[in-house]
């Protein structure tokens, strides 16, 4: 059993950055790829970015790209999210994600259906 913990979201300020952190417990807790989703009131969950395990590429939303970079540190089974940048239509919950399955193909690496173990979340909240 993978457990997903999160941590690092917060209330700031348009244009600021914050660094969410993912730590995963558990056999194969990192052994797949690994991503962020996020979901914003009213709204359903969109995923964000995305990453193998060796991270030698890296997926992201049209929304976030340029500004989020996600990264991953397999001796710590953690997944990090670096969000600069921020506007407040980045206020959301921020969901991390893993799955067994390692994902070299953007479509598939984007979908919910993708990843079996989630993080129960974190707050982002970015104010105007």
């Known amino acids: 059993q993978v457990q997903l913990a999160e941590s690092g979201g917060g209330l700031v300020q348009d244009g600021d950055s914050l660094r969410l952190s993912c730590t995963a417990s558990g056999r194969s807790a990192s052994r797949g790829s690994m991503a962020w989703f996020r979901q914003a009131p009213g709204k359903e969950r969109d995923f964000v970015a995305s990453i193998p395990r060796n991270g030698d590429t890296t997926y992201y939303a049209d929304s976030v790209k340029g500004r989020f970079t996600i990264s991953r540190d397999n001796t710590k089974n953690a997944v990090f999210l670096q969000m600069n940048s921020l506007k407040p239509g980045d206020t959301a919950v921020y969901y991390c994600?893993?799955?067994?399955?390692?994902?070299?193909?953007?479509?598939?690496?984007?979908?919910?259906?993708?990843?079996?173990?989630w993080g129960q979340g974190t707050q982002v909240t970015v104010s105007s």
């Open positions: 994600a893993s799955s067994l399955t390692i994902y070299y193909d953007g479509h598939l690496a984007s979908q919910e259906s993708s990843y079996y173990y």
